[in-house]
């Protein structure tokens, strides 16, 4: 018996650290689970000094958050030349995903437009592979952002702050660190201004977290909200009065995706690809299979002939039954992405948000049709070949069905932007309108 359990046990870490080698969004949630659950002995140590240094108003945040007293012990000079001080969890090659990409822009064009140098600041614990240096020359050689300083969590202490600094925050997390000091006076809330990418309390509903991340949006802070939908939502469920001119538009790779509409040749097999990220909750894994079954289910013996794919992160290929499997192509890189996009006829992608997902567009916009879940109303008429139904399998693969019928056999769809103004203005004039706001303090 206990043979049979140690050989199970084995069996078990082989295939887990197997996939964890192979698998690069199962090694990103890992990781944001250890930053949940646990620390070592040098972060904790680390913590304690955060706690050490930190006013006694303060104390009370601690243990709320593992960011709550991160930016409270700072010190500041009142005689130091301003800075923007851009807050982010933490920048390394390999975690650089779309959100990080927009905050490092936003930020690069809120220090110019503000005559600042451009500091960012990591507010997670850093990585075994990173450091300071590593961290600058990434951002210098793959982000394109030259004049640029970096200041890990590990060396908060040693850095200083000047009174009259502006701060960006990033995130949820980020937003807390700046809410608590500002809350003790260590930095003045006026001059932080607050890029929000999505409705963040979704992402661990009904707890702590998402408590506190509900309330960073009552903060005070300028906002900057990427999308219109998003900004609409947090209109209606949170209650904000954020001025449109505060609302930028995400911003799509429009020449690739005029390429690929460019290159789309009629076919006799309808292919689908589903955007399947298992490892993020909101991107609805389970349901899209479950769809993409009732879809197989319904199709008919006079059905078109059709394919079926996922990009996003890998799997094993999955039996859709009546012949039909669903084949994984894992992690596409850009120049690969696009080719594929090329030849796809229907784009099933899900996320359980209001921000706007890109794939959706990046396929609507080049030709093809979308089908993704509706959001609380945040999603309909934002494309005229993107369908938002209800998140439901039936709901789901009747939108599928009807896509793959209107694709099969026709002409290649055309390049197709969305409507100008209908997702948000242009990002330069949103951070003029933050600057305007910030120099008001």
């Known amino acids: 018996m206990l043979w049979r359990k140690v050989r199970s046990i084995a069996t078990d870490l082989v295939r887990v650290n197997a996939q964890y080698a192979g698998d690069r969004g199962q090694r990103n949630a890992l990781r944001e689970a250890l930053k949940r659950d646990g620390m070592t002995s040098a972060q904790r140590e680390i913590a304690g000094l955060e706690l050490a240094a930190a006013p006694v108003a303060a104390r009370a945040y601690a243990g709320l958050s593992n960011t709550s007293l991160t930016l409270a012990g700072i010190r500041v000079d009142d005689d130091a030349a301003p800075q923007l001080n851009l807050l982010i969890g933490e920048v390394r090659e390999g975690g650089i995903f779309a959100g990080v990409h927009t905050a490092m822009n936003v930020g690069r064009l809120l220090a110019d437009r503000l005559g600042l140098p451009l500091r960012v600041v990591m507010l997670d614990f850093t990585s075994v592979d990173n450091d300071r240096e590593t961290a600058e020359r990434f951002i210098r050689d793959g982000l394109g952002i030259a004049d640029v300083s970096v200041v890990t969590r590990e060396s908060l ?22 809410q608590v000091a500002a809350n003790i006076g260590v930095i003045d809330r006026d001059r932080v201004a607050y890029l929000i990418q999505d409705y963040e309390p979704g992402f661990s509903a009904w707890s702590t977290e998402s408590v506190i991340a509900a309330s960073t949006y009552h903060a005070g802070f300028v906002p900057i909200v990427n999308s219109t939908p998003l900004w609409r939502f947090l209109t209606e469920q949170e209650g ?100 594929f996009l090329a030849t796809t006829q229907v784009l099933l992608s899900l996320q359980q948000s209001p921000h706007p997902s890109h794939p959706p567009f990046d396929a609507a916009i080049s030709g093809a049709f979308a089908v993704t879940n509706e959001f609380h109303g945040t999603r309909a008429g934002l494309h005229p070949r993107i369908a938002a139904v209800d998140a439901d399998p039936v709901s789901l693969a009747a939108a599928v069905r009807a896509a793959i019928a209107a694709s099969a056999g026709a002409a290649p769809g055309k390049y197709s932007p969305v409507a100008e103004g209908l997702l948000g203005g242009e990002l330069a004039d949103v951070v003029d309108a933050a600057v305007r706001r910030l120099l008001r303090a």
């Open 240 to 339: 904000l009065d954020i001025d449109r001119s505060l609302v930028f538009a995400p911003s799509f790779e429009l020449e690739r995706l005029a390429a690929t509409a460019e290159a789309r040749e009629r076919t006799s097999t309808v292919k689908v690809l589903f955007y399947a990220r298992r490892s993020k909750q909101r991107n609805l894994y389970e349901l899209g299979i479950s769809a993409l079954r009732a879809t197989v289910f319904t199709l008919g013996a006079n059905a078109p002939r059709v394919s079926f794919f996922s990009a996003g992160e890998p799997h094993d290929e999955i039996d859709l039954g009546g012949g039909h499997t669903l084949t994984s192509l894992g992690r596409l890189g850009w120049q690969e992405y696009f080719a």
């Open 157 to 178: 202490r040693e850095a200083s702050f000047g009174r009259t600094d502006i701060w960006l925050a990033t995130h949820s997390k980020t937003a807390h660190a700046a």
